[in-house]
């Protein structure tokens, strides 16, 4: 019994090397867990009042453990476990003197082989907990921030991606930009979402599609956000459709377009690829509640914009509507957000009285193409006419010879006036 307790112990001891590797915890935790599962045990078997010294040697994992009596005269032992009679002090050491403490090393294998084994699944399970509650600090500490993984499972619903140290952490569906696709071993980028405990587990929520991953990303791309020199004043995204930032610079001398656009677009083109092509466009930020809006609504012209409360009329050439809404009506719903203004676009010189509602037109041209030029603004036939067939194509989900065939219907219903 007793080889077996030995064992038992020598097995706790090797463990330790395995223990000090988990990687959320750092070696003075470590330390201070290990000796409080020790000194537990002690105590179980000594009494809550007796005194030990525990050793732990943090390379090798050995342990040593002391028990310290008072050393008294015969006749004042009141507890075998505080106090020890001087003549059996000094058959360890002849030099003990009463009042001195009597020091005897305690080794596992006196436990018993019960006691160690309970001693180990103890230890384990402080240090997973410790684990668990580290790594919930760990990312809470992170939200915001860009974390790089490796795909390690896909499923229906969300991906699990491992970090540099093995972590598990979770992109869901909702959180992907829609062009996103990810097999396993894949390496991917996302912003840490949100951290929450789920059934005594860290669950580490990732996201691509969150405004702070986008600006996150401009602070990697643009030293000068980085820096403090230029401030992003606000985001707004479709993901993988579109996205517009509001910049503004406190010095003069630097623009704050130019220079998160970069030479050429140098700085922006990594971003646009990393959101799957997502247009980005980035705008001077102004407390001019006019100008911004026209900002925001480029690349449309606006000829003229009358504000009434939270609502911003905006009138338009016939030409400029389709730019101002764009494709899927992204471009309007967007500027709308980034300005907190309700914008109503309106048609100025429209040619009504020649003009032909696209509603007319249902026996020969099937509604959901009807559906598609009235998404970015184009309600009547010409409109459509208007809107040459490349931009169109950019801008719908419409095949080219298509829209050649409905401009070629449209066109011979005014010919034929």
Known sequence: MKANAQDDGLNLVASFSEFKEFKNIDRATMMRVLEDVFRNILKKKYGQEANFDIIINTETGDIEMYHLRLIVEEGEVEDENLHIKVEDARKFEPDYQVGEDCILEIHLEDFGRRNVLNARQALMSRIIELEKDELFRKYGDKRGEIVTGEVYNVWKREIMILDDEGNELTLPKDQMI???????GDTLRAVIHSVDMEKGSPKIILSRTSPEFLERLFELEVPEILDGLITIKKIVREPGERAKVAVESYDDRIDPVGACVGVKGARIHGIVRELRNENIDVINF?????????????PANIAKMEIEGSTANVFLESDQVSLAIGRGGHNIKLASKLTEYQIEVYRVNAEVEDDVDLDEFLDEIDEWIIEEFKKIGLDTAKDVLRTSVEDLV????????????IHKILKEEFEEE
């Open 178 to 184: 829609p062009r996103d696709i990810y097999k396993k």
């Open 286 to 298: 102004t407390t001019n509640d006019t100008l911004f809006i026209q900002r925001a609504l480029q």
């Open 394 to 405: 950019q801008r719908t989900d419409l095949e080219e010879e298509t829209i050649q065939q």
